[in-house]
């Protein structure tokens, strides 16, 4: 008989999310776990330095006559649960009482429900609807026109102050770019390349609302990279937003539907022999782990987690069976390499760092400490600076390195960290990295 003690003697058995059960939705219900899971962690506190979360909850039971979460009144848990940005740090790396311990902890997902609940009563307001669709803004931002009206919007004063007064985005935080070209227009123009030889390795590149409009450089140097070790490459062009923002939001409902949407198109491809490669960790990890979560009875989902890679969690699989080319011709000297969160909760450890460091005349140094940005929390006036405060032991961290470079294999980390350096540097994502390295 297993013995269920304190600091992960067994590993962490995450139960599914539960979505489909009556008593996930009962608002009473909610605050009770609620409840019953602040006091655990009142007792505890190991997650204290996290997010903000847990100092708001800490700060909410000290100021309360009681000293317990008895004596906090239940309107104020809702402070808790807006200042979580679904890290999912603490139940990966501080809760002890994750299950398969009996008190069956999962502070993160209690979180999600408590926002799919509050979702499904009141709604969202049209900021965050907005942050919460990238695929709508990456469209509507890549006309000409409309790219023009809203990078004014962006850079200049004027366009942040109205931004600030009338949508509650940050004067100061950082906003992504959208150049001219998406990387699905930029990919229907590209060379197919004569391959040296055949590998039989098929790779198709879900490129992510971000990847395709915002940073589609990143996805033009994966695949340069992939076609330099003579695997065939395809741009998955008919699915939608992994939705994994809307998760964040709340919104289990179009959740569900792009699942619907996605799901069975990705099977398609893995029944052909294609392997997936998704650019941004936070959507990887919809597929490996909240969709499977969410859906645990679905084949399909379960099929697209065992067959989704982050891409250097594909590369290194390459090198493990001496498929993958190391004829660097680059190095890259000392790098400063920020390990984001939703790469750290897929538990397929450090395979960026690994992989840079095959790279000749190339020091790594890893900093596992979250950013603070999530999709959109640190775009949001009333987080901005809580965000910036949780990335400033990182920025710390780069500005004492010195080093040639920093990155991240969440770009929107990686702009935050530059954002809160705020000294005229920018991030190179590790794939671009890794591209001038072969010199290709």
Request: one cysteine or more.
């Amino acid at each position: 008989m297993n013995t269920i003690k304190e600091d992960g003697l067994l590993r962490p058995d995450r139960q599914p999310l539960g979505q489909n059960t009556q008593g996930f939705w009962n608002e009473k219900r909610l605050q009770s776990e609620m409840q019953r899971v602040f006091s655990a962690c009142h007792s505890c506190r190991r997650c204290h330095s996290l997010c903000h979360s847990f100092p708001t909850l800490f700060d909410l039971i000290d100021n309360a006559g009681s000293m317990d979460v008895e004596g906090v009144n239940p309107e104020d848990y809702w402070k808790v649960v807006d200042s979580c940005f679904l890290c999912d740090l603490c139940f990966l790396s501080k809760c002890p009482y994750v299950p398969p311990h009996e008190w069956n902890i999962d502070f993160p997902h209690l979180m999600l429900r408590a926002k799919a609940v509050r979702y499904r009563r009141d709604g969202a307001r049209l900021r965050d609807r907005l942050l919460s669709s990238p695929d709508k803004i990456g469209r509507i931002a890549s006309r000409p026109l409309l790219r023009q009206a809203y990078h004014y919007l962006r850079k200049s004063p004027t366009g942040r102050k109205l931004l600030h007064k009338t949508l509650g985005i940050h004067k100061q935080a950082w906003l992504p770019e959208y150049p001219a070209r998406s990387l699905s227009q930029r990919w229907k123009t590209h060379p197919q390349p004569a391959r040296h030889r055949e590998t039989g390795n098929k790779v198709a590149i879900f490129a992510t609302c971000y990847g395709n409009y915002s940073q589609p450089q990143i996805g033009e140097d994966l695949i340069c990279i992939l076609e330099h070790n003579d695997i065939q490459v395809k741009l998955i062009d008919d699915c939608q937003c992994c939705a994994m923002p809307r998760l964040e939001l709340g919104d289990l409902d179009t959740v569900n539907l792009a699942m619907n949407t996605n799901i069975p198109r990705m099977a398609e491809l893995i029944a052909d022999g294609w392997d997936i490669v998704s650019l941004i960790p936070s959507c990887t990890l919809m597929f490996k782990q909240e969709l499977p979560l969410m859906f645990p009875e679905r084949t399909a989902v379960l099929q697209v987690k065992l067959a989704i890679y982050d891409p250097f969690e594909y590369l290194m699989r390459l090198y493990r069976s001496k498929q993958l080319k190391i004829d660097f011709r680059r190095g890259l000297g000392r790098i400063v390499y920020h390990v984001a969160c939703h790469q750290r909760a897929q538990r397929a450890g450090q395979q960026t760092r690994k992989l840079l460091e095959l790279i000749p005349d190339t020091e790594v140094t890893p900093v596992e400490r979250c950013s603070g940005h999530d999709g959109s929390y640190a775009m949001k006036s009333e987080h901005h600076v809580n965000a910036t405060s949780l990335c400033a032991p990182v920025a710390r961290r780069i500005q004492q390195q010195q080093a040639d470079a920093y990155t991240s294999d969440c770009f929107l980390a990686g702009h935050h960290i530059s954002n809160t350096l705020a000294n005229g540097s920018t991030p190179v994502h590790p794939i671009s990295l890794l591209r001038r390295a072969y010199a290709i």
